[in-house]
């Protein structure tokens, strides 16, 4: 019974998360599948490293432990697998993959090169509408970063949510749906490897944000591109030097 209270109270969070997404939308939404629900409980204890590199999942053990059947569990491993957080092993069962340096490179690499060319379409096309979207997100993660829930687990995950909706409104706002569509499929990704170093950077990360947001609002397509890709080339630096430590899994 404990577990299915945990995740009863994993829809009630992130559904408030969800409402946080700066649009005018119904405040009642469909309640979580099962699927669902194990997918978001396994995907943030990956996130924070309470799964470790390399561990293995049974489907048996986890559905024993949530308290559910063998399906959702299925299900669940499958999407998360689709996103590259867990993969198949031969013995049964998924693990999560070791993060590599060369993992790191070429995916800061790829995204590099499109977060670039989006800000680069977004200051021709951003408007001020959602200009306001990105400085209410500002002041969002501001908020979290001088309260006490930045040094805690539920609001390094909210904190990361943020920084997402950020990235995702400026492609967004690039007009390119091919453009989102192809950062979307290394989101997850992504956020594995900011994760390593997010404790550790987060608040020259929000400071550099703001900058993009002036640029943008300036139409300083220059300055933009060469700050966004200075913000793409620090983050793989951090992630590199926290995969060299292992200092991000003591801080768990």
Not at 133 to 150: C, F, G, V
Not at 229 to 240: F, G, N, P, Q
């Amino acid at each position: 019974m404990q577990n299915k209270e945990i995740l009863g109270m994993k829809v009630l969070r992130n559904s408030k998360i969800k409402n946080s997404d700066y649009r005018q939308e119904n405040l009642i939404s469909p309640p979580k599948s099962i699927s669902d629900q194990i997918y978001d409980v396994l995907k943030e204890r990956i996130l924070l490293g309470k799964i470790s590199q390399g561990e293995r999942l049974i489907e048996s053990a986890i559905a024993e432990e949530l308290q559910t059947s063998r399906t959702p569990v299925r299900e669940a491993f499958q999407r998360l697998t689709q996103d590259g957080l867990v993969e198949r092993v031969l013995q049964g069962g998924v693990r999560v993959p070791v993060i590599t340096p060369k993992m790191i490179k070429e995916v800061y690499g790829i995204r590099g090169v499109l977060e670039v060319y989006a800000v680069e379409l977004a200051c021709d096309n951003i408007d001020s509408e959602t200009l306001n979207k990105l400085k209410e997100m500002s002041k969002q993660a501001r908020k979290i970063l001088s309260s006490p829930q930045a040094n805690q687990p539920e609001g390094w995950m909210e904190l990361w949510r943020i920084n997402t909706l950020f990235h995702e409104t400026i492609c967004k706002a690039a007009g390119s749906e091919y453009l989102v569509k192809v950062l979307s499929q290394l989101k997850d990704l992504v956020m594995r490897f900011r994760f390593l170093s997010l404790r550790k950077t987060r608040i020259r990360a929000w400071d550099e944000h703001e900058l993009m947001i002036k640029y943008l609002e300036n139409k300083d397509k220059l300055k933009l591109k060469e700050l966004m890709k200075a913000h793409v080339e620090l983050a793989t630096s951090d992630a590199l030097k926290s995969l060299e430590s292992d200092e991000w899994e003591k801080d768990v």
